[in-house]
Every structure is written in structure tokens, then in C-alpha cells.
T-cell receptor, first 112, second 109 residues
Framework: DAGVTQSPTHLIKTRGQQVTLRCSPK?????VSWYQQALGQGPQFIFQ???????QRGNFPDRFSGHQFPNYSSELNVNALLLGDSALYLC???????????FGAGTRLSVL | DAKTTQPPSMDCAEGRAANLPCNHS???????VYWYRQIHSQGPQYIIH???NNETNEMASLIITEDRKSSTLILPHATLRDTAVYYC??????????FGAGTILRVKS
């Protein structure tokens, strides 16, 4: 049983570009949450998707958007990249029944 | 903001029990206590969670005080691989995880 998988593992972009990160949830999970972790800090909640709808959102600008597909996988899109968007982006999946979030290994985004 | 207070760092001898404290004095009656850990550059790993009663699984034990204002995570026989940042998180069912600074646990041989 595969756990939460994220792609790509590393990514380098330049300021102003757009990026899409992908997440496949653990088997049996229907909820996907995204977190941003800057170097030396704890993860910060971006948003959560359930039944293809954004259910909760953290304090992130509209440049951060997402999507959940019918197979429960999810994408995180960031537009107009800033240097400060450089971080580890973590995806976590959970079941609405058990509410234990399991994390993927993350995507390391560097914005130059 | 995180609703928990943890010591910034702790040391533990290999093979001994590691006891990690967490204060959550403003916890409400329907909020759960979750523990995660993060080994350098990896995604956070779920350890254990509880509401009122003490809990134990294959990784750890969670002791919650009767007034629920504090808890302790116990790793019964710490190994070098348990060196990580440990996060104590209080949250409502279905809500987001709010991570604080956590406790850096260093297990030493």
C-alpha cells in the first residue's frame, strides 16, 4: 500500500513563473491538505480539499490555488512566484472517518 | 497560532525512555491532542493522538492529565533514529494542523 506520494521532489523556478505540484493520497483517503514549510520553521497550513471543494484555507494569498480530482489526487498551483515562496511543500491525506493526516515527503521548491 | 507550549530541546540517552511534555492549558473539551515528529528534511510522521484517555501504540504512549491541560509523549526505549523535532498539536476533529516550534529531541549514545 503506497503512502502519500508527491511530485516532483525538487523544482527550481524563477521569480514570476508559475508552478504546479502534485499529490496522490494514501489509499482509502478522501481529504488532502497542503502545507508550506520554510527553512527552520514548522509547517504552515495552506488549504484543505474534500469532495473536490476547498474546505478550509489558511492565511495565504490568492496566488496559491488548488484542485482535487475525482480520484482524490490534488494539485497545488502557485502563480507569480516570489523569492519567499521557496520552501518545502507538504501534502497530507486523511480520511474523513479517522482524521489522521499522513504526510508525503514533500516537494522542495527553490525560487531564484 | 499554536495552542501548545513545548520545551525547545531535550536530550535523552539511547535505550532510556524519552518523556516529552506539552502544555495546552486552553484546550477545549472536544479538542484532541496529536503528536507528530519530523526527521530532518522529511515529511512529518504521525505518532499518536488522544482525547481524554491515555493511549498507547507501537510507537509511543500518550499520557493526558485529568484536567487535560497538559500531556506527555513517552518513547519507551529511545534509539538514535528517534532524534527529530516533536510537535504537540491541539485541534478539533476535521480541522487543520497548527504546528508550533516543537521540541528538538536529541538521542545520544
Amino acid at each position: 500500500d503506497a503512502g502519500v506520494t508527491q511530485s516532483p521532489t525538487h523544482l527550481i523556478k524563477t521569480r514570476g513563473q508559475q508552478v504546479t505540484l502534485r499529490c496522490s493520497p494514501k489509499s482509502g483517503h478522501d481529504t488532502v491538505s497542503w502545507y508550506q514549510q520554510a527553512l527552520g520553521q514548522g509547517p504552515q497550513f495552506i488549504f484543505q480539499y474534500y469532495e473536490e471543494e476547498e474546505r478550509q484555507r489558511g492565511n495565504f494569498p490568492d496566488r496559491f490555488s488548488g484542485h482535487q480530482f475525482p480520484n482524490y489526487s490534488s494539485e497545488l498551483n502557485v502563480n507569480a512566484l516570489l523569492l519567499g515562496d521557496s520552501a518545502l511543500y507538504l501534502c497530507a491525506s486523511s480520511s474523513i472517518l479517522t482524521d489522521i493526516q499522513y504526510f508525503g515527503a514533500g516537494t522542495r521548491l527553490s525560487v531564484l | 497560532d499554536a495552542k501548545t507550549t513545548q520545551p525547545p530541546s531535550m536530550d535523552c540517552a539511547e535505550g532510556r525512555a524519552a518523556n516529552l511534555p506539552c502544555n495546552h492549558s486552553t484546550i477545549s473539551g472536544n479538542e484532541y491532542v496529536y503528536w507528530y515528529r519530523q526527521i530532518h528534511s522529511q515529511g512529518p510522521q504521525y505518532i499518536i493522538h488522544g482525547l481524554k484517555n491515555n493511549e498507547t501504540n507501537e510507537m509511543a504512549s500518550l499520557i493526558i492529565t485529568e484536567d487535560r491541560k497538559s500531556s506527555t509523549l513517552i518513547l519507551p526505549h529511545a534509539t538514535l533514529r528517534d532524534t527529530a523535532v516533536y510537535y504537540c498539536i491541539v485541534k478539533l476533529y476535521g480541522n487543520k494542523l497548527v504546528f508550533g516550534a516543537g521540541t528538538i529531541l536529541r538521542v545520544k549514545s
